[in-house]
């Protein structure tokens, strides 16, 4: 093996290792309708049905920090993330397996308090815990959740199905789960601060924040409504990376580019409080901030309309170009931002 | 949470602690046929196929040591060990996906080197890497690997199918994947007490158990030959945590016991030389050694005669008795030792 500076993985990022890896994956299976580049992996199934398969792994101390996040909490979570991928396919959960590396002291009760989540999480979300592996961890408590899920052939949408005048959707509001996070952190940073070891954080001015970064729940309820109304996006992701970084892979894998609107991005007034109180900017909360699991999709403009009588709780940002990879944002002052080149 | 001395995993065991987590799974999807306790969860699919699942976390230290296992083979094993369990419910592996945590010190060169084993494995597996999960991790390297199969709907095995007289059979031999790791650990103990960093451990008279320690394979060709002669066994699962602790939960979850014979057991001669080296009792490395990857499977008397003129490749080392999940053995002596308690 090289040793040369360029041989760590940052160097090349998150998009480019998976790049990387799909090189690999040369043998294909007729049971495989799609691979690697969406949420989920698209699966043969039967004459009418795509089955879909996708799994996250969480690490304590990266994904999910124990000190202020309760086992059950961390249960419904996982869940609600792996769930996510599987409505951003506008498809459903069906089926999740969930892995535990546990390290030794990981107490039953600790356990069983996780389990009551995940089990909480898959009868709201209508999907049965199957099965699972169990190992042990030197260090770190590690859970992998796995969800099969499926969908009608004609109703699937994928994350590369953008036109150019599509509008761009996002449910609910972004950037909250990061301002949940740096209340949390800055709460756990005064507690070990200070001498008193009982010391309870007080939340209560930024409950709203806090619950969607503890508890953020998947968007069953607007794909629900999707396949109710007859609704179909062109495309869709779940924000999960980050509203950009989401957005690019959306555009990127459509071979378009989108145009956004900074005073459109919706942001919850307890969010700008926190970045007001962190000395922070929001909107780098609403671009950056991951975990929101909320969904970004696109609408030919004529759809809009009509998902708009059925529901107020997604917001148009702007509208895919024709500039493939190039998100651009026009901010407040009017001015134009460019993220990304456009790669013809 | 109480903090009472019998709040350990380990006070209630691996098959414990999954009785429990089995307590937690109360959502029943209509799209789950089979959920907890067979070596991957089955899926309603089509009207003539099922769908199946499984998933299983590897982490460094604890499955896999990369002091003396190359990035390629252990992504061969980790695959090797997924498809594992589809091959067990005699079903064909379609795809699959990997999950890594990579800690800091993994470079770009590694992780190509483990997705070339990844990828080989799945051609040889025919079956597709289709995405899969990338995070941080503080200390360990941790793989998931998730795998989705498919099986005809009456050609599917269950670990529970056993009948009263069925014989017990296992492919290959057993205990060769222990005792090659016991040959391991002992060249990396000598190369880390030795003076000499870039002595080379002599693996020559080890060929074989080495190699079922470093790159087992998965029985494809004992299910595809299976398939092609309309062979259906009664009951089957993996060799993975070793033969005793499998065979006891196919017959537990047959309602049934086992009679076998330690002179029956498949032992290869290195494996025994291994033994005699370590001065330890060769029996014990096969009825105690995971990760060998054969399976263990049950055949009415009257299907063994047949199987017998197509494979050498199996041996009968008993017999399904009625003693719910009792296991008891003939030793070379004559004597009867007993494994776990009749329960009806």
Redesign the interface.
């Known amino acids: 093996?090289?040793?040369n500076s360029?041989?760590?993985?940052s160097?090349?990022g998150?998009p480019g290792?998976?790049r990387?890896?799909a090189g690999?994956?040369?043998?294909?299976?007729e049971?495989?309708v799609?691979?690697?580049?969406?949420d989920?992996?698209v699966?043969a199934?039967?004459?009418t049905r795509y089955?879909l398969?996708?799994?996250?792994?969480?690490?304590e101390?990266?994904?999910f920090d124990l000190s202020f996040m309760p086992f059950h909490q961390v249960g419904a979570k996982v869940v609600s993330a792996a769930v996510s991928d599987i409505y951003a396919m506008n498809g459903h959960p069906?089926?999740i397996?969930?892995?535990?590396?546990?390290p030794n002291r990981?107490?039953?009760?600790?356990?069983?308090?996780l389990?009551?989540g995940?089990?909480m999480a898959?009868?709201d979300y209508?999907?049965?815990?199957?099965?699972?592996?169990?190992?042990?961890?030197?260090?770190?408590l590690?859970i992998?959740v796995?969800v099969?899920g499926?969908i009608e052939k004609d109703k699937i949408v994928y994350n590369s199905g953008a036109s150019v005048d599509d509008a761009v959707c996002v449910t609910g509001d972004i950037g909250s789960a990061l301002a949940g996070l740096k209340i949390l952190l800055r709460e756990k940073r005064h507690w070990e601060e200070s001498e008193d070891p009982v010391m309870q954080p007080d939340l209560t001015d930024w409950e709203y924040v806090v619950k969607r970064q503890l508890v953020p729940v998947a968007r069953k309820d607007l794909v629900t409504l999707f396949h109710d109304k007859g609704i179909r996006p062109s495309a869709m992701i779940d924000v999960s990376q980050g509203l950009l970084s989401d957005l690019q892979r959306l555009a990127r894998n459509s071979n378009k580019g989108a145009y956004i609107y900074q005073a459109a991005l919706p942001i919850d007034l307890e969010t700008r409080k926190v970045a007001d109180e962190m000395q922070e900017d929001v909107d780098k909360y609403a671009l950056y901030g991951g975990e929101d699991f909320e969904l970004l999709f696109t609408l030919p403009e004529k759809e809009v309309g009509k998902l708009t009588e059925l529901s107020r709780d997604f917001t148009v940002i702007g509208k895919i170009t024709g500039k493939n990879g190039q998100i651009e944002m026009q901010t407040a002052e009017g001015d134009t931002v460019v993220f990304g080149e456009a790669t013809d």
Chains 1, 2 share one sequence.
């Open positions: 093996m090289s040793q360029d041989n760590t993985i160097s090349i998150r290792l998976i990387k890896i690999y994956s040369t043998f294909r299976s049971e495989v799609y691979g690697i580049g969406d989920a992996a699966l199934a039967s004459e089955g398969l996708s799994s996250e792994t969480f690490v101390g990266v994904e069906r089926s397996l969930v892995n535990l590396a546990l990981i107490t039953l009760d600790m356990v069983d308090e389990y009551k995940i089990g898959c009868a209508e999907c049965q815990l199957s099965g699972g592996d169990l190992t042990g961890s030197h260090n770190a590690i992998t796995s099969y499926d």
